[in-house]
């Protein structure tokens, strides 16, 4: 059997919900329907999980969503017109509006597109739905409870009828609904596939794959055709938005590959990922990814390499201020500690620094912004001499300064720091060093 997650540019419009239905007609194996809500259908359009996030805003605010409701229900009653749907579309957005009046945080109203998105797909293709705050579980605490979802999705693994399942959330032991982080529905994919044993995870958006880097800085980049796991879970951790960086954890478990498959060209093999990539000639590097929004907390100090704990000390702080670290590229008497924006959003980064000062009393301690990360991913680097050089000088030869360089442990990717306004001119020079 095959597991099939569609995204919300598959879920949009009545056209792109028919072609959906077209692609599971094809093939008796996909019975397991995983679905996003409904996303953008044009550029500047928004998506429904964003005004569901701004429909729960708006009763924080007025203890009302009625404004942000009028758009979502037009959009759903308008889908079930279209596809001539003979379900009870009101009563369920009439339910929707009373449970984000009653919630006390944005996950339940964020859920909800999915949701309804399911009940909508679920009557197109006959297929059953299973609401996935039944069977994808989180603890009290939050964490999401691998073992115990995979026992509830196990039980489905025999059902041939066809299954349609909201992505993106689950309930916590007290009822309440959680989301994973945003693109989280890919996860879901990958909970289901594992699961029910699948056999292939197809997950269907509007690209053909995964390209070499994002095709919104390159034009018209270089497809992947084959990509390991690990490549996959660097490059979109990295940024490279085609799939959560979660989704490879349940699959891999098993074995089981990811096929990304574009809805509007289903014609077209898309990218494979998967453990086992021999018999396939894997290039230097397969994959350019980044983002912006980084932050950089530098140290110096003279014989700091012989100083026991000294490492220790620093995250230590960092610890008690509950902020993750994302890299730690050192040198024998610097620290370099790269922090994401999002994640020191709260912080008091004054008291961080003193905190570091009392702590180890740098030579010289500096914290600066709008940093973008580039990792350059790939496999093949390992036995490859000059790598790093050629990226190097493409960056060099493009007259962008590099701010921080860290060659990953895995000898799988090396990571460079740069000034965000030249993150675009790096993509492109790396790309066209390696692709040109
Ligand atoms: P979905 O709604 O189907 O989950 P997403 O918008 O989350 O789709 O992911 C697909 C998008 O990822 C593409 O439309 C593309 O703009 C973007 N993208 C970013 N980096 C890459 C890349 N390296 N290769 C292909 N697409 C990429
Ligand atoms: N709808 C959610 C989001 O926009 C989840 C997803 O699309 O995967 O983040
Ligand atoms: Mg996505």
């Known amino acids: 059997m095959k597991v099939c997650k569609f995204g919300g540019t598959s879920m949009a419009t009545t056209q792109s919900i028919l072609q959906v239905k077209s692609i599971i007609d094809r093939d008796p194996e996909r019975k397991f329907i995983v679905v996003s809500a409904p996303g953008k259908r044009f550029s500047n359009d928004v998506k429904i999980t964003d005004m569901l996030y701004a429909a729960y805003d708006e009763k924080v605010a007025f203890g009302t969503c009625k404004s942000s409701m009028k758009v979502i229900r037009e959009r759903f009653l308008g889908l079930c017109e279209e596809l001539g749907l003979d379900i009870d579309m009101n009563k369920y957005l009439d339910e929707v509006e009373e449970g984000i009046i009653n919630s006390t945080s944005s996950d339940y109203a964020a859920s909800r597109g999915e949701y309804l998105s399911a009940i909508v797909v679920s009557a197109v293709l006959g297929f059953k739905m299973i609401d996935a705050g039944d069977i994808i579980k989180f603890n009290n605490n939050g964490i999401f409870d691998a073992e115990l979802t995979n026992d509830l999705v196990k039980k489905y693994a025999d059902y041939t009828d066809g299954i349609v399942i909201p992505g993106f959330y689950g309930r916590m032991p007290d009822k309440t609904i959680k989301t994973f982080t945003r693109g989280g529905s890919d996860f879901t994919g990958a909970i289901i596939a594992r699961g029910i044993g699948a056999r292939i995870y197809e997950n269907w958006t509007d690209v053909n794959g995964f390209m070499v880097t994002d095709p919104r800085i390159v034009e018209n980049p270089k497809h992947i055709s084959v990509l390991s796991y690990e490549e996959l879970r660097e490059l979109s951790y990295m940024g490279a938005g085609v799939l959560h960086p979660d989704s490879i954890f349940p699959v891999q478990i098993d074995n089981i590959p990811i096929n990304i498959r574009n809805t509007f060209d289903p014609e077209n093999e898309g990218t494979m990922i998967m453990d086992n990539t021999a018999g396939y000639v894997l290039p230097v590097v397969t994959g350019i990814a980044g983002r912006k929004g980084n932050t950089t907390i530098l140290i110096k100090k003279a014989m700091m390499n012989g100083e026991l704990g000294f490492c220790r000390k620093v995250l230590t702080v960092l ?61 093949g680097m390992v036995n490859q001499l000059g790598t790093a050089a050629k990226i190097f000088t493409a960056l060099y030869e493009a007259g962008v300064n590099i701010r921080m360089i860290d060659q990953g442990s895995s000898e799988l990717n090396i990571i460079v720091g740069v000034e965000e306004k030249d993150y675009n001119a790096s993509i492109k020079a790396i790309y066209n060093a390696f692709f040109g």
């Open 319 to 379: 610890e008690r201020h509950g902020i993750s670290v994302e890299h730690i590229p050192t040198g024998i008497d610097t620290m370099g500690i790269v922090l994401s924006d999002a994640g020191l959003k709260n912080a008091d980064e004054e008291k961080i620094i003193s905190d570091i000062r009392g702590m180890v009393n740098p030579d010289f301690i500096k914290i600066s912004h709008s940093l973008a990360l580039i990792a350059v991913v790939g496999h």
